[in-house]
C-alpha cells in the first residue's frame, strides 16, 4: 500500500510538472504576441510621426514629384576620408542613372551648412553634385557613437549608441530605401522593421572579424587588445567571450541587409563567415582618384615621403615618423634632403590630439616639424595632388587595412607605394608578381626603414618601371566609373 502511495504522488507529480510546462509555454506564447502587437503598434507610431515632422515636409517639398527617396545613413559625412568619396560617388552615380530618386543624407555634422558639405565634396574630391536632389537630417545625437564616449567596451557601447542616432534618424524622415555607408549594422533591423524599407550597405570593414578574435585568442597586443588585457588569461578569457557573444548579434542585424557591397577580398571574407549571406555579398571596389591621378608626370621626384590617411589611431601614424627617423639615423645623407609629410582629415579633438602627438614625437626622435616632417590637417585636394605629384614614396602603415584608398592613389600618381603587409593592400592592391614589382610592403619598423632605403637606392629607369607596372594595374581596376557601374549593377532593384 505505501508502495502504491508513493507511485500515486510520483505520478501527481508529475501532472504537475506537466501542468507547469504547459502554463510557461501558454506564457510564452502570449508574451511573444504582445511582443507582436507592440512592436507593430510602435512601427505603426514611428512612421505616422515621421510621416508628419517638419522634416518629412521640408524634403518633399524640395523633391521632384513621385521621387523616390534613398535616406543614406552617413553620421560623419563632413570628415573627408575615403568612406566619405564612396558616400559622394555613390550620390553621383545615383544622381546619373536616376534622376528621380531624392538623396536624403542622415548625418551629426550640426556645425556645418548643406552648402558647406557640398562644397568640400567638390574641392575635396572633385565631384559635383545636383543640390536640388539632396537634402540633409542633421543629427542631433551623434556623441552617442563617439568611441570616446566609451572607454571600455567600446564596440558594444558605439554598436548600441548608433541605436540611439539611428532612433533619431528613423523618427525624423523614412525613406524608401535606407542605405548605410558607413558600417552602423545595429540600425537595420530599426529601419527594416519599424521603417518597413529595404535595407542596404557599403562595408568597409567588419565592426568585427575572426582576425580580431584571433588577436584576443593569442593575446597579441593592438590597437584593439590593450597589453594589459593581451597580459593576462582571466582578461582574455573575458574579452573572447565578449566578443564572441558581440559577433553573434553582429550575425543577426546583419541578416537584415538585402544588399551587402563590400570594398575588398579581405572583407568580403570576413563578412561572408559572419552574415552568412553570400549571395546577397558583392565585391565593389571604392571609387580611387585614379583618372586625374595618372595625368601627374612621373619624373623628376623629390625625396619625400607622403602619407594619406585620417589622424586616427588604426592608422599608426607614430610608426611612420619612429620608421622614419630610424631610416634617417641608418643614413644621415638623406637628413634635410628627405622628408617626411602626413597629409589627412582632423574629425575631432581626439584627432586633433593625435596630430600634436606626432609633433611631439618628432622632436623627441630628433627631428624638426618642418624640416624634416610636414603635417598637412585638413588640406584641400590642390595641396594632396601637389605633394602625391612631387613626392617618391607613399607611405602606409594601418595593419588590417580593409581596402586602402590610400594606396591606390598612390599607386596611380607615380608615388612609389610602401604598404602595410597585410589584408587589402597585400591581398588586392601591392600585388607583386615575378619579375613585375608594383610596389613595397612591410610590418616593423626596421622593415619600412629597409624599404625606404630600397626605394632611394633605385636607379631612376628601375623607379620608372615601378611606377609604370603600378599605374597600370589600378588605372580602369579601381577607377570612379567602375565604381559606379558595379554599384547601380548590384543595386539595381532598389533603384527601380
Known amino acids: 500500500r505505501a508502495y502504491q502511495m508513493s507511485w500515486l504522488e510520483s505520478l501527481l507529480d508529475e501532472d504537475f510538472l506537466w501542468t507547469c510546462a504547459v502554463y510557461e509555454l501558454v506564457l510564452i506564447a502570449i508574451t511573444i504576441v504582445l511582443i507582436v502587437i507592440v512592436w507593430h503598434l510602435l512601427g505603426k507610431a514611428v512612421r505616422h510621426s515621421a510621416a508628419h515632422s517638419e522634416t518629412t515636409t521640408r524634403i518633399k517639398a524640395k523633391a521632384v514629384r513621385h521621387a523616390k527617396f534613398w535616406g543614406i545613413f552617413h553620421p560623419y559625412c563632413n570628415a573627408g576620408g575615403g568612406g566619405e568619396r564612396v558616400l559622394w560617388c555613390s550620390v553621383a552615380a545615383i544622381q ?70 539611428g532612433w533619431e534618424a ?40 575572426s582576425d580580431m578574435l584571433t588577436r584576443v585568442r593569442d593575446r597579441n597586443a593592438q590597437v584593439n587588445n590593450a597589453a594589459a588585457i593581451a597580459n593576462s588569461g582571466i582578461l582574455s578569457s573575458g574579452k573572447l567571450l565578449y566578443y564572441n557573444l558581440f559577433a553573434k548579434l553582429y550575425q543577426f542585424v546583419g541578416s537584415y541587409a538585402s544588399v551587402v557591397l563590400v570594398n575588398s577580398t579581405w572583407t568580403h571574407n570576413h563578412i561572408v563567415s559572419i552574415w552568412k549571406n553570400p549571395d546577397a555579398t558583392h565585391i565593389v571596389a571604392p571609387p580611387c582618384d585614379t583618372a586625374s591621378l595618372q595625368q601627374l608626370p612621373l619624373g623628376n621626384r623629390k625625396p619625400h615621403i607622403v602619407s594619406v590617411a585620417q589622424f586616427r589611431p588604426e592608422k599608426n601614424h607614430p610608426l611612420q615618423v619612429q620608421a622614419f627617423a ?61 605633394l602625391l605629384a612631387e ?14 584608398i590610400g594606396v591606390v592613389e598612390y599607386m596611380a600618381a607615380g608615388t612609389i607605394a610602401l604598404a602595410h603587409d597585410s589584408a587589402g593592400p597585400r591581398s588586392d592592391i601591392v600585388v607583386n608578381e615575378p619579375g613585375v614589382v608594383r610596389g613595397f610592403r612591410a610590418v616593423t619598423e626596421a622593415e619600412y626603414a629597409a624599404a625606404l632605403a630600397a626605394i632611394f637606392a633605385l636607379a631612376a629607369a628601375e623607379r620608372l618601371v615601378i611606377q609604370n607596372n603600378a599605374r597600370e594595374f589600378v588605372a580602369n581596376r579601381f577607377s570612379e566609373k567602375n565604381f559606379e557601374d558595379r554599384f547601380l549593377e548590384h543595386m539595381a532593384a532598389l533603384l527601380r
Open 96 to 165: 546619373k542613372a536616376h534622376p528621380d530618386i531624392h538623396c536624403v543624407i542622415y548625418t551629426g555634422d550640426t556645425d556645418v551648412s548643406e552648402q558647406h558639405i557640398l562644397d568640400k565634396a567638390l574641392t575635396g574630391f572633385g565631384i559635383a553634385l545636383d543640390a536640388s536632389k539632396i537634402s540633409f537630417v542633421f543629427l542631433t545625437s551623434r556623441t552617442w557613437v563617439e568611441a570616446s564616449k566609451y572607454p571600455h567596451f567600446t564596440m558594444l557601447g558605439q554598436s548600441l549608441g548608433s541605436l540611439a542616432l
Open 170 to 209: 528613423l523618427t525624423t524622415f523614412i525613406p524608401d530605401v535606407f542605405y548605410d555607408s558607413m558600417g552602423y549594422a545595429f540600425t537595420y533591423p530599426l529601419f527594416a522593421k519599424l521603417g518597413q524599407c529595404p535595407v542596404c550597405c557599403y562595408v568597409h570593414y567588419p565592426t568585427i572579424s
Open 326 to 386: 630610424a631610416f634617417l639615423r641608418e643614413h644621415p645623407e638623406f637628413k634635410g634632403k628627405a622628408k617626411l609629410q602626413m597629409v589627412g582629415g582632423c574629425r575631432n579633438a581626439g584627432d586633433e590630439e593625435r596630430v600634436q602627438h606626432l609633433k611631439d614625437l618628432t622632436a623627441e626622435l630628433g627631428m624638426e616639424l618642418g624640416q624634416d616632417v610636414e603635417i598637412y590637417a585638413n588640406a584641400p585636394l590642390d595641396t594632396l595632388k601637389r
Open 391 to 404: 613626392g617618391l614614396v607613399g607611405l602606409h602603415t594601418m595593419r588590417d587595412e580593409h581596402f586602402g
